[in-house]
């Protein structure tokens, strides 16, 4: 016997696989492709690995179910979608993810310096940048490291990253067909036109700059990334959707409960270990203090929802529930109009902190600009 999804997972499904497959048009419509994909990996991933996982709860023969199977690639997605937490993680501590970042800098430092060598290698040494950065109106939002602690050893693989293209592509459009038939899958105008610039670096020019350039340089690392991330979804991803989408606040909130997790497992590891100095940890403290972020970092059952199309403590009765009630009735003392702001507070918050703890500015790199994006229009 076929056992329906509940409403508001349907809900939920539909309008991300509708969301997802109008961002991804309007992104590959522009000149900003190369630059974005990349960061939107993750996010594709997690729609797909926990779809799938929601959907083939149910009957196979249920409508989009048992999709599971049909989905290339999926061991890759779900490292990938791992990667939307962050520095959270059920198999490894905090400080095993960070050293795992630190091999990654280590290998792509020897990848570009490595080859040169000779007389002059010292001084062409001393001169090469190891890392690229991406910029969007003076906002760090992907840095050459952060990418391959997200796809790993394929981050430089064009065949494998097609594959995972194609393969979310699919889903969602097969997912869309199913649960969204009337739904419009047309671009999103753009809503503002942002410049998109990549620059070269040395990374300890940006990992050893202001308070927070006095950790160790992997925690630094890590933390460089965390902004890069809350900058993706705080700052660049809007600019793309015309419209109010509430996906778009979901992912937005993901990003913010994760990014503030992985911040206070930092501050907890750091100060355990006896190595938080006192002006990064005044920035974390910065970044971690307000009421909205204390708030929101409670809000496990919300985030389970959201990610995994399930609360923590499910029960009959949600059932028949639309996504809204479901979403209302785990906010706690809040109201789900305030939830916008609440989750821009928390962004913003967090991004203000570690821009100031890097004491970075829109023209800091200027030096290292290679390439340049051109406006839309």
């Keep these: 016997m076929t056992t329906p999804p509940p409403r508001f997972v349907v809900e939920s499904i539909a309008e991300d696989s509708v969301f997802l497959l109008r961002l991804f048009k309007t992104i590959i419509g522009t000149q900003y492709a190369g630059a974005l994909i990349p960061a939107m990996v993750p996010i594709a991933s997690l729609f797909v690995v926990e779809s799938c996982a929601r959907l083939d ?41 960070v050293a795992n970042f630190d091999r990654i800098v280590r290998q792509e430092r ?11 290698g010292p001084l062409k040494r001393w001169i090469q940048p190891d890392v690229g950065i991406f910029f969007s109106n003076g906002h760090m939002f992907s840095t050459g490291h952060g990418t391959r602690f997200i796809l790993g050893e394929h981050a430089r693989s064009p065949e494998v990253l097609r594959e995972i293209g194609e393969s979310i592509g699919s ?10 038939k009337s739904a419009a899958l047309t671009p999103f105008d753009v809503r503002e036109s942002p410049s998109i610039a990549m620059q070269d670096i040395k990374c300890e020019s940006l990992y050893r700059r202001g308070a ?21 979804v705080g700052r660049i991803l809007p600019l793309f959707v015309s419209e109010d989408s509430r996906t778009l606040a979901k992912f937005r909130l993901l990003y913010a409960y994760h990014a503030a997790h992985s911040l206070r497992l930092v501050q907890d590891r750091l100060t355990a270990d006896g190595t938080l100095t006192p002006p990064a940890a005044e920035v974390l403290k910065c970044a971690l203090g307000t009421r909205d972020s204390r708030w929101l970092r409670k809000r496990k059952d919300l985030r389970d929802t959201l990610m995994h199309f399930q609360p923590s403590r499910s029960s009959p ?9 479901v979403v209302g009735g785990l906010l706690g003392n809040r109201s789900s109009a305030d939830l916008p702001e609440i989750i821009s507070s928390v962004l913003d918050g967090i991004g203000t902190a570690l821009v100031g703890g890097f004491e970075l500015g829109p023209r800091t790199f200027w030096y290292g600009t290679v390439s340049t994006v051109q406006k839309v229009g």
């Excluded at 009957?59 to 990938?80: D, E, H, I, K, Q």
């Excluded at 990848?111 to 000779?118: M, N, Q, Y």
């Excluded at 889903?171 to 969204?180: N, V």
């Excluded at 009765?317 to 009630?325: A, C, P, V």
């Design 212 to 232: 927070l350039g006095t950790l160790e340089l992997p925690w630094a690392g890590v933390l460089a990334m965390v902004l890069a991330n809350v900058n993706f």
């Design 110 to 120: 020897a990848a570009f310096l490595g080859p040169h060598t000779g007389w002059l």
């Design 57 to 97: 709860d149910y009957s196979p023969t249920a409508p989009a179910g048992g999709v599971a199977s049909a989905v290339r690639r999926m061991g890759l997605l779900r490292a990938c979608r791992h990667r939307t937490k962050l520095l959270l993680s059920s198999k490894s501590d905090v400080g095993a993810l």
């Design 317 to 325: 009765e949600l059932h028949s529930l639309s996504l809204d009630e």
């Design 171 to 180: 889903y969602c459009a097969s997912i869309a067909r199913a649960l969204a």
